[in-house]
């Protein structure tokens, strides 16, 4: 039971580039959500799914995109890689309910 | 949007000393919820609160969520250096759409 996996741990971009950030758990939960954590700002949700085949916008939305094609599986894309979009990115997963996330151990992106 | 507000930022304390870290949200919340994260790690879900007024103990942390559900606390008696890291307040208005506090960034010196 891997929990919540998140590839890659650490990426360097040049500004303008996209790439991937892949998620996975393997815990059969409905909800998963993607955060950015950046100093001082604690953390902010940027996508969030309730379940396969539905996504929304959270609080920072502008310059990703989310699908959710299966249960396991949240990848979180970049589409054109600015500096602003330097931080750390948690992917969480829970169960619907009152249930806490579990999150994955993030990955550290640098955009330059 | 929804806001939600933690204070303080910042708490240095001796091993020993009692510390409060307190949670606003500008909206009526379902829950709330507590994570910590250590330096370099991630956040790590402490306890949920769903009832209006209800107060949840683990060992030496105290969770309380306010009569209005806007607002909430946690309280460690007697810190000691295990409980260093940042304490992270998320509100739920429905869904799992949490919206995490700034966290409160908690120092224990032996």
């Known amino acids: 039971n891997a929990g919540v996996t998140q590839t890659p741990k650490f990426q360097v971009l040049k500004t303008g580039q996209s790439m991937t950030l892949q998620c996975a758990q393997d815990?059969?939960?409905?909800?998963m959500s993607w955060y950015r954590q950046d100093p001082g700002m604690g953390l902010r949700l940027i996508h969030y799914?309730?379940?396969?085949?539905?996504?929304d916008q959270g609080e920072v939305p502008n310059g990703y995109n989310v699908s959710r094609s299966t249960t396991e599986d949240f990848p979180l894309r970049l589409l054109s890689a600015a500096p602003s979009q330097t931080s750390v990115y948690f992917c969480?997963?829970?169960?619907?309910?009152?249930?806490?996330?579990?999150f994955g151990s993030g990955t550290r992106l640098t955009v330059v | 949007g929804q806001q939600v507000m933690q204070i303080p930022q910042y708490q240095h304390v001796q091993e020993g000393e009692d510390f409060t870290t307190y949670c606003n949200s500008s909206t009526t919340l379902s829950n709330i919820q507590w994570y910590k994260q250590r330096p370099g790690g991630h956040p790590v879900f402490l306890i949920q609160l769903v009832k209006s007024g209800e107060v949840k103990k683990q060992k030496r942390l105290t969770f309380q969520f306010g009569e209005a559900k806007k607002n909430s606390s946690l309280h460690i008696t007697a810190t000691q250096t295990t409980d260093v890291g940042t304490y992270f307040c998320a509100g739920n208005t429905g869904f799992q759409k949490l919206v995490f506090g700034t966290g409160t960034r908690l120092l224990v010196s032996p």
């Open positions: 815990m059969n939960h409905e909800y």
């Open positions: 799914s309730v379940g396969a085949g539905i996504t």
């Open positions: 969480a997963s829970s169960y619907p309910g009152h249930y806490g996330y579990t």
